[in-house]
């Protein structure tokens, strides 16, 4: 494999390559370019952390680009799929599970398949969601810089009262693959009963919920309960935490805005690692000043990565920069997955059958087939058929 600069941002490996791929942003582990690679592909990679604008995209898919991965901070609309048409491309891939920055409709017209990497991110979001869940509950923010800043005295009965999450209800909003892990891990550690708010029912987590009810009855505890609730509206009025975790698309933009803030307990705690649009962060920022016992955990902003004014003044909001699905395992596998999208169109593979479970492509004989493309449909890509 060689390597050598183009310019001094982008990184080209395997420069004899057949076809051209660029990725945006420097990717983890190695097994992503030995994918590449092998499906005969020249890769140039920039290596700078700067957010790419439009301008410096279109120059680096210049006249001949037959794949890119991309980022979820990169505006992917129809300027640029129009571009990648006419350079020759064959196949986008996020580097994410959600694509909400990229125009699917865009890329289908210009018969550009667009590929994602569901699954890997799963087990990983959900658990950041209940350490964002722990760190407001019980102030550890907070805590951590009193101790920091040497105002420690002694144990106090009333220093940094927090909030018992045991036998409390919880409430998740989009209970997809991560929002049914972050419930499964919630109902399970702290015995809390589930009220969940989704466009559809989900009978899997429904009756695990149930089963482990009654598990807890046959060792003489309180059971746990799961309920469907018709509204929004129901899941905030009633849970004590809750947890956002749906898609972000019209129909959820500013899912929770003043009005339902209203609606929560005032000493709810309110968590979104989804995408930062689904919050009025400045309703958010006007609410969490107004009562000082709601708390908030936040891993994603509605202007990323700028924040609203007040939010970093508030004692009662833990922030963090956007790092939810931030472990090797589940960036690596990103980056395998997103890979093996580009080599298996590029190859003419067709595409998985089952984008909920991809973890054979992790393995060391993945199926000739790309894991998941989200405009295989409409694209009329042949479905692989184990
Ligand atoms: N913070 C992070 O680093 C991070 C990491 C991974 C994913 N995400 C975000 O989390 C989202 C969910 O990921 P997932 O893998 O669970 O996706 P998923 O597709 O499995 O689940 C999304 C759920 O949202 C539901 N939904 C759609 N419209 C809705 C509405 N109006 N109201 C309520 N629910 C609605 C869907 O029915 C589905 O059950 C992604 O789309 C992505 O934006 C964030």
Redesign the pocket.
């Known amino acids: 494999m060689k390597h050598r600069k183009m310019g001094d941002r982008w990184t080209v490996n395997n420069p004899g390559g057949r076809y051209r791929v660029i990725v945006t942003k420097e990717l983890p582990g190695e097994r992503w370019l030995q994918i590449l690679i092998a499906a005969h592909c020249k890769v140039d990679v920039c290596s700078s952390t700067a957010i790419l604008g439009a301008g410096e995209i279109e120059s680096a898919i210049g006249k001949r680009c037959d794949g890119v991965i991309g980022q979820l901070t990169e505006d992917w609309n129809g300027t640029l799929f129009r571009s990648l048409k006419s350079a020759g491309c064959k196949v986008y891939s996020n580097y994410?599970?959600?694509f909400?920055n990229v125009d699917v409709g865009a890329a289908t017209k210009y018969g550009i398949p667009v590929g994602n990497t569901?699954g890997v991110?799963?087990q990983t979001?959900a658990e950041?969601a209940v350490a964002l869940t722990l760190a407001a509950a019980r102030r550890v923010v907070e805590a951590d810089a009193f101790m920091r800043a040497g105002k420690y005295e002694g144990w106090l009965p009333k220093l940094f009262l927090g909030k018992l999450l045991s036998r409390k209800i919880l409430g998740v909003?989009?209970?997809?693959?991560?929002?049914t892990a972050y419930a499964k891990i919630m109902v399970e550690a702290f015995k809390m009963s589930l009220i969940y708010?989704?466009?559809?029912k989900?009978r899997e987590l429904e009756n695990y919920i149930t089963m482990y009810g009654e598990f807890l009855r046959t060792q003489g505890e309180e059971q746990v309960t799961c309920q469907f609730a018709n509204s929004?509206e129901e899941v905030l009025s009633r849970a004590d935490v809750v947890s956002l975790?749906?898609?972000?698309?019209k129909?959820?933009h500013h899912?929770i805005n003043s009005a339902r803030l209203g609606l929560m307990k005032k000493e709810a705690i309110l968590i979104n690692?989804?995408?930062g649009p689904v919050i009025d962060e400045t309703a958010l920022v006007h609410h969490c000043k107004n009562n000082p016992e709601f708390r908030v955990g936040l891993?994603?902003y509605e202007d990323e990565p700028e924040m609203k004014r007040g939010l970093k003044g508030l004692r009662n909001a833990v922030i963090v920069p956007?790092?939810?699905?931030a472990t090797s395992w589940t960036r690596e596998g990103m980056a395998v997955l997103a890979a093996s999208n580009i080599a298996a169109i590029l190859r003419g593979f067709p595409v998985w059958h089952d984008p909920q479970n991809i973890s054979t492509f992790l393995g060391a004989d993945p199926p000739r087939a790309a894991p998941s493309i989200v405009n295989a449909r409409e694209l009329k890509i042949p479905i692989y058929n184990p």
């Open positions: 994410a599970v959600g909400n569901p991110l799963t979001t950041m909003i989009g209970t997809g693959r991560i929002g708010y989704d466009i559809q989900n929004i975790h749906p898609v972000l698309n129909t959820t899912l690692a989804s995408r891993d994603v956007h790092i939810a699905s």
